[in-house]
């Protein structure tokens, strides 16, 4: 990891503390005008602060945590949670550079992946493994295809909190009335848009490539699917990748060919409009969607839909089986003062107790915990979510986890304009080799 300078570090280290204060701040170790205990205090004034920073300020999830917080705060009258919280990006930004400070927030939101393997190797980074073998109870409830994302050189660093998957959505009253079948090769599945294009469904596949990321969702999966794991694994890594194999000149011809039913109106849009604007008023049956986006449809989508997985290429050397998608989790700093604190209330967060059923039925996200969701609590399309992450053979990362944004970026740009005929995939790929060509020489 590149070296930040003090400077730098400096002023990431007060605004953390400056956010954080005004986030909730630092309790007191102060009584009340009856002599009780104030809140956060135990019986012996002595307070215990923990850090805690995430990636969902928006409600539904801020206000979710906020309750969560406030509930463990009362069942533990001595600790005092200190939460802050910021978008996306600005968190991406954030925690990259203080997390190699003596600032690091005591627990911490991470993406598994390359991201979490930066977080790692700040060298700050606590080994959570004993957390799951001295609790083998709690530990075997986490879901073993979210633990696994975030294992690293055998060892656990992370707490799964939230699980999602990708595929293809459907609408099965327009494949019964036209008598398709789910595809489960590329050549079935242009077959299956021919046909509902023949039916006079103008797009039967519908996406908002104005938004990057959509782009890089389709371009992670068909790379996973067509080139070698070896070539993939040595060209995400930055020292190494020179993306030169031309199974990926094969993926965005492919790439070209599905945009094609998209219309042309595709890039113009982005990912949401598209979702609600086409998918959800049946113009377009199929559409390539998260799990997460199940809650967002509930009252836009009338109808009954499916999935099914990314369809396998025939002349593909990936697993065909593999879902992409990702866990996200908790990390907790190996500077925290209090450690057993920390890891006390991330057990409780992620259990049926705590906040594992919340996270689905206010937060709209899929929980990593088993047997959390049942008919009760869950919508049926995400209990179908949670079976099909189950049967995936691995989660193959989000293309943005998998590797450098130099990369990534590159490669969707490139995407984009042979999606939109400004660009051959010869020459989108020639832009990727040059990126990658800089990064190893960086190296």
Not at 345 to 350: N, Q, R
Request: glycine share 6%; net charge negative; hydrophobic share 40%.
């Amino acid at each position: 990891m590149k070296k930040i300078k003090k400077a730098v570090l400096f002023a990431a280290a007060s605004v953390m503390a400056l956010s954080l204060a005004a986030c909730g701040g630092k309790s007191e170790d102060t009584a009340s005008a009856d002599g009780t205990a104030a809140a956060g205090a135990s019986a012996d004034g002595e307070t215990i602060e923990i850090n805690f920073f995430h990636r969902w300020p928006n409600d539904p999830k801020n206000a979710m945590f906020k309750e969560l917080i406030a509930r463990y705060e009362e069942e533990n009258p001595n600790v005092k949670i200190n939460m802050d919280c910021i978008l996306n990006d600005q968190y991406k930004e954030k925690i990259r550079m203080i997390v190699s400070t003596d600032e690091v927030p005591d627990i911490f939101s991470s993406w598994s992946g390359s991201f979490a393997q930066e977080m790692i190797d700040s060298g700050n980074v606590m080994d959570l493994t004993s957390v799951f073998e001295e609790d083998p109870e709690w530990g075997d409830s986490i879901a073993e295809v979210s633990k696994g994302p975030f294992t690293f050189d055998g060892k656990i660093m992370a707490i799964p909190w939230s699980q999602d998957g990708k595929a293809f959505f459907y609408n099965k009253r327009i494949f019964e009335e036209n008598n398709l079948e789910v595809p489960t090769t590329w050549d079935e599945f242009i077959d299956v848009l021919d046909k509902l294009k023949a039916a006079g469904y103008e797009t039967p596949i519908t996406e908002g490539l104005k938004d990057q990321w959509a782009i890089l969702h389709y371009l992670g999966t068909m790379n996973q699917r067509m080139v070698d794991p070896e070539v993939l694994a040595k060209d995400y890594d930055l020292a190494t990748g020179e993306f030169t194999d031309p199974a990926y000149v094969d993926v965005l011809n492919k790439w070209k060919q599905l945009t094609s039913y998209m219309g042309e109106v595709a890039v113009a849009i982005d990912h949401e409009t598209a979702r609600n604007t086409y998918f959800a008023t049946e113009e377009s049956p199929i559409m390539y969607l998260q799990f997460a986006e199940i809650s967002l449809m509930t009252d836009t989508v009338n109808f009954d839909y499916g999935f099914f997985n990314f369809p396998a290429f025939s002349e593909g050397k990936g697993d065909p089986n593999a879902l992409t998608g990702a866990p996200e989790g908790f990390m907790v700093s190996n500077k925290a003062e209090h450690p057993e604190e920390c890891i006390k209330f991330l057990k409780w967060l992620v259990s049926p107790e705590g906040g594992a059923v919340q996270l689905t039925t206010e937060g709209g996200d899929l929980t990593c915990v088993n047997g959390a969701l049942t008919e009760e609590n869950a919508l049926p399309a995400q209990i179908e979510a949670l079976e099909t992450i189950d049967s995936a053979s691995q989660m193959a990362p989000w293309f943005d986890n998998a590797c450098d944004a130099a990369i990534y970026t590159v490669f969707g740009q490139g995407a984009s304009a042979v999606a939109a005929g400004d660009m051959t995939p010869e020459e989108a790929m020639a832009d990727v080799q040059a990126a990658a060509a800089d990064l190893r020489a960086k190296q």
